[in-house]
């Protein structure tokens, strides 16, 4: 059996300009990247085109080790819709090397469900996120610039500044450093240090910019920290937000590539959902509806996380609105969250699966919070037998619940037509089904405690003392309207990542609250979640290589 880049690398890839016709494109209105990339400029964008498209949302069960495809069904659906002769484009996230080069690997989908040049998509791309990390770090260097500067000194104190530093690689000993040797010439010292760069808030911001003067105003509302007698500083006040911007106007523009079958894919923007809002950009999202009838686009990890921010984050600032979800799930998962071991989970396990249908019900009730009734894609794998899949879809019929059998790993397109047929139901059903979590006038705590316990399902929230002295700072700068962004373990519907299934009866634990007001929202931590990951015992990275010929190998 091929792998997923033996499979990439054999496919025949057509010139981005041909895959650009089937969006009503020519090769002028492309700034290309090479023969199979290109950038979208931002005057495609329609209103009135948007108003007619459809919007699918791909979320899932909660992650397990066994892996759930969210992405190559994704990929998967958009090929299947366009095999119906639906005008389909997919729209998603550009990978981060931090997983790719960690334990995660790339996020281009998998088996005959990818995009392609699945190698460029997984490492530098067109150059967005080196561009993120480069406006991040700028701003970074003109903070402690003006610190040590005579002239133009604001008089930031150094030990309130929030702003740290970022890069696009998982490095755990750079998550707390101290800066500056101190003299005349060596910076002031003070501690601070490194996030990965999914989790700036540049990169929020450019994935909720709506164009370049948003972009700047963002930019400039960005919270640095307080002078020593108590006035609040942001990126404005180190006229930072220019220069920012300028790096940043290539990136703005979202990314056109190809799945195996050359159905168009916007992939654009890549804030994780664990410890970000995990969607792509809204530029991306509306590209792609100003270009075809039905997009395709996904939130990062479940429901709880990348689809609760897709929602109450992203959608309300680009005002889209979403005609159907589609909650991914597979056997193995269900099985896993049923108390089965990793290494059994090719064995057949009814009584496993029955009682892992917790977690999927829990999912599905959180999106009738929203007002949709999801469609549930089980990502087949060999391993599961019919009596497994009976039993889910069967299941899934008696509680009213669509349901459909996805094949799109190994049969590409045509193995999710019969989900695609669901979806356009779910979709031509829903023209106006969304209803709010929250409201943004909320308290900063009655928002928290909203999603803690309708989406996690936890019985109450606790609070550290830091956390509290830091929601009443963000009160007093005027900012507890924000929207809510909890950075939460995506392996769990708890704060706890050893607890699968649906945990009942649960406490959530905010251990500090981080004030995010370039990107529109409030970051508060929860449990041991950390925005620097660490690498693996064994990570990624040493199994990919590159030969005489240029030809990679080890990226899946």
């Known amino acids: 059996m091929k792998t997923d880049i033996e499979i990439a690398q054999s496919a025949k890839i057509k010139p981005v300009a041909e895959v650009a016709e089937k969006l009503g494109l020519t090769a002028d209105d492309l ?12 005057t495609l964008i329609d209103e009135k085109r948007i108003a007619r498209a459809k919007l699918i949302l791909v979320t899932a069960i909660t992650p397990t080790p ?34 790719v080069f960690g334990i995660k690997g790339g996020a281009a989908g998998g088996g005959y469900s990818q995009v392609i040049p699945m190698e460029d998509i997984n490492l530098h791309f067109t150059g967005d996120l080196s561009a993120v990390e480069k406006a ?12 040590q500067s005579k002239s133009g000194n604001l008089g ?25 040797l101190g003299g005349t010439t060596q910076g002031v010292p003070r501690e601070t240090g490194f ?21 700047k105003q963002r930019l400039g509302n960005i919270f640095i920290g307080y002078t020593y007698d108590g006035k609040a500083i942001y990126a404005r006040d180190l006229k930072a937000q220019g220069a920012m911007a300028a790096l940043l106007k290539d990136a703005l523009k979202p990314n056109l590539v190809q799945t195996l079958e050359g159905t168009p894919a916007i992939i654009h923007g890549g804030p994780f959902a664990n410890i970000a809002q995990g969607t792509n950009s809204i530029l991306a ?9 039905y997009v395709v686009t996904e939130a990062g990890f479940a429901s709880e996380l990348g689809a609760e921010k897709f929602f109450n984050i992203k959608s309300q600032v680009g005002k889209l609105k979403t005609n159907a979800v589609v909650i991914v799930a597979t056997i193995r998962a269900l099985k896993y969250h049923g108390g089965m071991k990793l290494s059994e989970l090719g064995h057949e396990n009814l009584d496993a699966l029955s009682k892992g249908f917790e977690n999927l019900d829990k999912h599905i009730e959180n999106m009738h919070y929203y007002g949709f009734r999801p469609v549930v894609a089980v990502n087949r794998f060999s391993s599961d037998t019919d009596a497994e899949i009976e039993l889910l879809t069967k299941y899934c019929e008696e509680h009213n619940v669509r349901v459909a059998v996805n094949t799109a790993w190994a049969d590409g397109g045509k193995g999710a037509v019969e989900l695609a047929i669901a979806v356009i139901e779910a979709a031509d059903s829903c023209t ?38 830091q929601m009443k700072k963000i009160d007093e700068l005027g900012f507890d309207n924000l929207a809510v962004c909890i950075a939460k373990t995506q392996k769990s519907l708890s704060d706890d990542q050893a607890l699968r299934n649906r945990p009942r009866d649960f406490t959530v634990r905010i251990r500090k609250v981080e004030l995010s007001s370039g990107a529109g929202f409030v970051v508060p931590i929860a449990g041991a979640i950390m925005r620097m990951p660490g690498l693996p015992g064994t990570p990624s990275a040493e199994k990919i290589d590159i030969d005489s010929n240029g030809q990679i190998s080890g990226l899946f």
């Open 31 to 42: 700034e290309l990247y090479g023969k199979y990339k290109a950038k979208l400029p931002l």
């Open 66 to 99: 066994a892996g759930e495809g969210k992405t190559t069904t994704s990929i998967g659906l958009a090929q299947g819709l366009n095999q119906m002769g639906k005008k389909a484009t997919v729209v998603l996230r550009e990978p981060s090397l931090g997983p």
């Open 136 to 147: 991040h770090n700028l701003l970074s260097a003109m903070i402690d610039n003006n610190i």
């Open 156 to 180: 930031i104190d150094p030990r309130t500044i929030a702003w740290k530093r970022v890069m696009d690689m998982n490095d755990r000993s750079l998550r707390d450093i101290v800066v500056g």
């Open 195 to 215: 996030d990965i760069t999914a989790a700036s808030e540049v990169m929020a911001i450019l994935c909720l910019a709506t164009g370049i003067d948003d972009l």
């Open 285 to 293: 999202t509306r590209m792609g509806l100003s270009l075809s009838d």
């Open 432 to 469: 106006d089904c969304f209803t709010p979590l929250y409201d943004m006038s909320w308290s900063i705590e009655k928002k928290i405690e909203t999603i803690a316990s309708l989406m996690y399902g936890a019985r109450n929230v606790e609070y550290t003392l830091e956390a509290k002295q």
